[in-house]
């Protein structure tokens, strides 16, 4: 599934036709700022669930206050549109969000399947009884290799969002074909809900469904607000703290949207694209490369900073103090494009680095450790995920040379890790002496265009397209 990076965020805005037209005040909705709303807001909920077709629902200006989370559709729905100007809504205990739907990490809502290749639109389950955790017409996640570890949801490294078109004698067909391939023989550690193999994973009845909030400020209670649905849009909204958090959408978008307080927005993971589109946002922090799209225009950041990206990343008159390529956690920065975007400084981060000290050599650029998914020293990340470029560092971080994964596998209580660094690895690479250490690469395919504020960005700018990070060439 691929969304042009340039034509969704320059699409016309929102279509004013609607199947239903409802008034929060109807379900007992007071904005005097004391009146606990939980309780309207669940016989909405109830009402819009057993709706179909495109759904707006008014809330009268005023100061709306819930002693509880704050979740709209977590009943279900098809498209609701919340239309909200001059509307505070006050969270005193909990969180906000959509739907609060999603993956399911108890053990029994997924299911494992043999090896399937980019281009299959038919996958087979492990254990064929499994179909009956799946429903055709249903929504699910194709995923492998956790890079976490644990958390929810799974922190996949390759994933793709699918609908199912038909189940079989212990198969899913897919409404369209796959993107990915995914290996049945990369190494489970542990619950099979991490997703190491090859796993399908069945998205909860509310997540189906596009829900946008306009001209709402949220009084946060210093936490993020999750939008757990298929498509989540927030626009004209004001955060006081954090902001609205990308998790588990095939879509979600911030359009004028302002989030200026304390704390930085987290990107999450398990995401198909990600827009920040005209909007101030203190800090945008991608947790890992588990975003498959980002695209940024007109982004300002007066007083903060930007850190990482997905996949594959469009950024367009992102202006900020601080940008640091490279995710804060997990995974590489993939792919990106900048163009007339700013900072003070830029550099590059990384919280997981391993010494290499942790690694076998086998021969044949097959590095091996005992255990897994992570080396004794580092238990706080995973590397080794197919498909990504990584570093060999020196002892002070300088860079030495990049190399890329292409498998995973684990046999006798070891995991094997095949690369395309020589056998043995030298104990000096391009003037630099080991010991060395291992990163995910920071970007290394990197355009830049216009680009001013430091050194970094007023070089790399002044380099041919799809150039390595600082030159760290593969």
Same mark, same amino acid.
């Given at each position: 599934m691929s969304i042009s990076l340039r034509a969704s965020a320059s699409a016309a805005g929102t279509n004013n036709t609607f199947d239903n037209d409802l008034n929060f005040a109807t379900y007992g909705g007071i904005g005097d700022g004391v009146t606990n709303n939980a309780s309207a807001l669940s016989a909405f909920n109830t009402a819009y669930a057993a709706l179909s077709g495109r759904t707006r629902l008014t809330i009268n200006p005023g100061t709306y206050v819930f002693n509880s989370d704050v979740f709209w559709g977590t009943a279900g729905g098809v498209k609701l549109t919340i239309a909200a100007p001059n509307v505070t809504i006050q969270c005193t205990s909990g969180v906000n969000g959509f739907a609060n739907s999603g993956v399911n990490n108890d053990g029994l809502h997924q299911a494992l399947i043999t090896t399937a290749n980019a281009g299959d639109t038919t996958v087979s389950l492990v254990t064929g009884a499994q179909t009956s955790r799946f429903t055709a017409g249903k929504w699910v996640i194709v995923s492998s290799i956790d890079m976490q570890g644990f958390g929810d949801p799974p922190n996949a490294g390759i994933f793709e969002f699918k609908k199912i078109a038909s189940i079989g004698s212990g198969t899913l067909t897919f409404a369209d074909p796959l993107v990915n391939s995914y290996k049945s023989t990369y190494p489970n550690y542990g619950t099979v809900y991490l997703g190491g193999p090859a796993t399908v994973y069945a998205l909860g009845n509310a997540w189906d469904q596009e829900i946008e909030i306009q001209g709402v400020t949220f009084t946060d209670t210093s936490n993020l607000f999750y939008g757990k649905t298929r498509v989540a849009k927030y626009t004209d909204c004001t955060f006081n703290t954090y902001g609205?958090?990308?998790?588990?959408?095939?879509? #979600?978008?911030?359009?004028?949207?302002? *989030?200026? @307080? !304390? @704390?930085?927005? $987290?990107?999450?993971?398990?995401?198909?694209?990600? $827009? #920040?589109?005209? /909007?101030?946002?203190?800090?945008?922090? !991608?947790? /890992? /490369? @588990?975003?498959? $799209?980002?695209? *940024?225009?007109?982004?300002?950041?007066? /007083? @903060?900073?930007?850190?990482g990206g997905g996949k594959s990343n469009y950024l367009n008159n992102v202006s900020t103090v601080t940008f640091n390529f490279g995710c804060m956690n997990y995974g590489p920065m993939g792919a990106t494009t900048m163009i007339n975007c700013s900072a003070s400084t830029g550099d590059w981060f990384s919280s997981n680095i391993f010494p290499f000290s942790d690694y076998n050599e086998e021969g044949g650029g097959v590095l091996s450790y005992a255990g897994g998914p992570n080396p004794a020293s580092n238990t706080t990340g995973y590397w080794a995920v197919p498909g990504n470029n990584c570093v060999l560092l020196d002892a002070s971080n300088a860079w030495a040379r990049s190399f890329q994964v292409s498998d995973v596998t684990s046999s006798g209580g070891r995991t094997f890790v095949t690369t395309n660094l020589p056998f043995p690895v030298p104990g000096t690479i391009n003037g630099k002496s080991s010991p060395w250490r291992i990163a995910n690469h920071p970007c290394a395919d990197l355009t830049m265009t216009g680009c001013t504020g430091n050194s970094l960005f007023t070089t790399q700018s002044a380099l041919p397209a799809h150039t390595a990070f600082q030159s760290w060439t593969l």
């Amino acid at each position: 599934m691929s969304i042009s990076l340039r034509a969704s965020a320059s699409a016309a805005g929102t279509n004013n036709t609607f199947d239903n037209d409802l008034n929060f005040a109807t379900y007992g909705g007071i904005g005097d700022g004391v009146t606990n709303n939980a309780s309207a807001l669940s016989a909405f909920n109830t009402a819009y669930a057993a709706l179909s077709g495109r759904t707006r629902l008014t809330i009268n200006p005023g100061t709306y206050v819930f002693n509880s989370d704050v979740f709209w559709g977590t009943a279900g729905g098809v498209k609701l549109t919340i239309a909200a100007p001059n509307v505070t809504i006050q969270c005193t205990s909990g969180v906000n969000g959509f739907a609060n739907s999603g993956v399911n990490n108890d053990g029994l809502h997924q299911a494992l399947i043999t090896t399937a290749n980019a281009g299959d639109t038919t996958v087979s389950l492990v254990t064929g009884a499994q179909t009956s955790r799946f429903t055709a017409g249903k929504w699910v996640i194709v995923s492998s290799i956790d890079m976490q570890g644990f958390g929810d949801p799974p922190n996949a490294g390759i994933f793709e969002f699918k609908k199912i078109a038909s189940i079989g004698s212990g198969t899913l067909t897919f409404a369209d074909p796959l993107v990915n391939s995914y290996k049945s023989t990369y190494p489970n550690y542990g619950t099979v809900y991490l997703g190491g193999p090859a796993t399908v994973y069945a998205l909860g009845n509310a997540w189906d469904q596009e829900i946008e909030i306009q001209g709402v400020t949220f009084t946060d209670t210093s936490n993020l607000f999750y939008g757990k649905t298929r498509v989540a849009k927030y626009t004209d909204c004001t955060f006081n703290t954090y902001g609205p958090c990308p998790t588990q959408n095939i879509l #979600f978008r911030a359009r004028r949207i302002t *989030a200026t @307080g !304390f @704390g930085g927005l $987290e990107v999450d993971k398990m995401v198909q694209r990600a $827009e #920040f589109i005209d /909007s101030t946002i203190r800090a945008i922090d !991608f947790q /890992s /490369s @588990g975003v498959n $799209e980002v695209y *940024a225009v007109n982004l300002s950041q007066p /007083s @903060g900073r930007w850190r990482g990206g997905g996949k594959s990343n469009y950024l367009n008159n992102v202006s900020t103090v601080t940008f640091n390529f490279g995710c804060m956690n997990y995974g590489p920065m993939g792919a990106t494009t900048m163009i007339n975007c700013s900072a003070s400084t830029g550099d590059w981060f990384s919280s997981n680095i391993f010494p290499f000290s942790d690694y076998n050599e086998e021969g044949g650029g097959v590095l091996s450790y005992a255990g897994g998914p992570n080396p004794a020293s580092n238990t706080t990340g995973y590397w080794a995920v197919p498909g990504n470029n990584c570093v060999l560092l020196d002892a002070s971080n300088a860079w030495a040379r990049s190399f890329q994964v292409s498998d995973v596998t684990s046999s006798g209580g070891r995991t094997f890790v095949t690369t395309n660094l020589p056998f043995p690895v030298p104990g000096t690479i391009n003037g630099k002496s080991s010991p060395w250490r291992i990163a995910n690469h920071p970007c290394a395919d990197l355009t830049m265009t216009g680009c001013t504020g430091n050194s970094l960005f007023t070089t790399q700018s002044a380099l041919p397209a799809h150039t390595a990070f600082q030159s760290w060439t593969l």
